[in-house]
């Protein structure tokens, strides 16, 4: 089954709002609302504990805590914010809260969160997700290239190159030949696959400008650049593919799926001595800060 690119890539879009350490499920039933802004601001340090390394840069971390808070404004006003989600924020604090090194984390989150308390970015008038990821590939992605959306021109490509010096930067993953396909064929039931080398029919078809795999054709079937990456826990979609002693490696280029705000870039520049809101204009050069009420 091949799948057009204009809507696949919007399936993208649930992965971005809170992407390393959440999943976006949409409410129902046992869906909580929080009413007040005050009480989202509660959340914010715990959210922050699971999505940023504790150690980094104080200017940093203040700049993560706003575009959290944009992504979680947005979620409770479109009633997107479930359950599941708060209780494993409350009991991974429960599970952490009484070790020393947590605390001083949280404490550190909650000084970021009180710093920037109700600060959100903002494009052409209305509040937007506060994307993020962990390392890019020395340059973010354009947003509007890569999810055919122009709500979400907002994502510039932007430089961040001192990303390359990031530990992170560069990850190989490696399969036998059978445990590969043996997992395609899990993912995929209904691929075909021929008899020829598995190299040979895992063929990129589009890339976007920072060289991003949109679309990969494997087999008989074409996906996202960014599904499969998640299907076989790549590092990126940026990665190549290569027949290496005997085994088949995707090398990866950065941490994450590349749009929006570069965890690490960020941090180094909050080491050169920016502040949170150079670095936000550095990722989001168009986009505004303003303060949203106390109460939805």
């Known amino acids: 089954m091949k799948h057009q690119t204009g809507n696949i890539m919007l399936a993208i879009l649930g992965m971005l709002l809170l992407p390393l350490g959440f999943t976006a499920l949409i409410s129902g039933k046992d869906a909580i609302e929080i009413n007040k802004q005050k009480d989202m601001e509660v959340y914010l340090p715990m959210m922050l504990c699971r999505e940023i390394p504790w150690d980094y840069e104080e200017e940093m971390l203040k700049a993560q805590a706003v575009l959290i808070r944009s992504s979680l404004y947005l979620r409770l006003e479109n009633k997107e914010l479930d359950q599941t989600e708060l209780k494993e924020n409350l009991e991974n604090y429960k599970n952490n809260s009484q070790k020393e090194q947590y605390q001083m984390a949280y404490k ?25 990821h962990r390392v890019s590939a020395g340059q973010t992605r354009e947003g509007s290239e890569v999810l055919q959306d122009t709500k979400m021109s907002f994502l510039k490509s932007v430089d961040s190159s001192q990303d390359i010096q990031s530990e992170d930067y560069l990850h190989g993953h490696y399969f036998t030949e059978e445990a590969l396909k043996d997992r395609l064929l899990e993912i995929y ?71 929006g705000l570069s965890q690490y870039g960020g941090n180094e520049l909050a080491k ?22 106390l109460s939805l």
């Open 108 to 132: 550190r989150m909650e000084k970021a969160v009180n710093a920037t308390k109700g600060q959100v970015i903002s494009y052409q008038g209305e509040i937007c997700s506060g994307v993020f």
């Open 189 to 259: 039931p209904d691929i075909e696959l021929s008899d020829q080398p598995l190299t040979e029919q895992i063929v990129v078809e589009k890339r976007d400008s920072q060289e991003y795999v949109l679309e990969i054709r494997v087999g008989s079937v074409t996906v996202p650049g960014e599904e499969f990456r998640n299907n076989l826990e790549l590092s990126s979609s940026n990665f190549t593919v290569q027949n290496l002693d005997g085994k088949i490696r995707f090398l990866c280029k950065g941490l994450g799926h590349g749009l």
């Open 272 to 293: 050169e001595g920016k502040t949170y809101e150079q670095i936000i204009f550095t990722y989001f050069p168009d986009v505004i800060l303003k303060k949203i009420p």
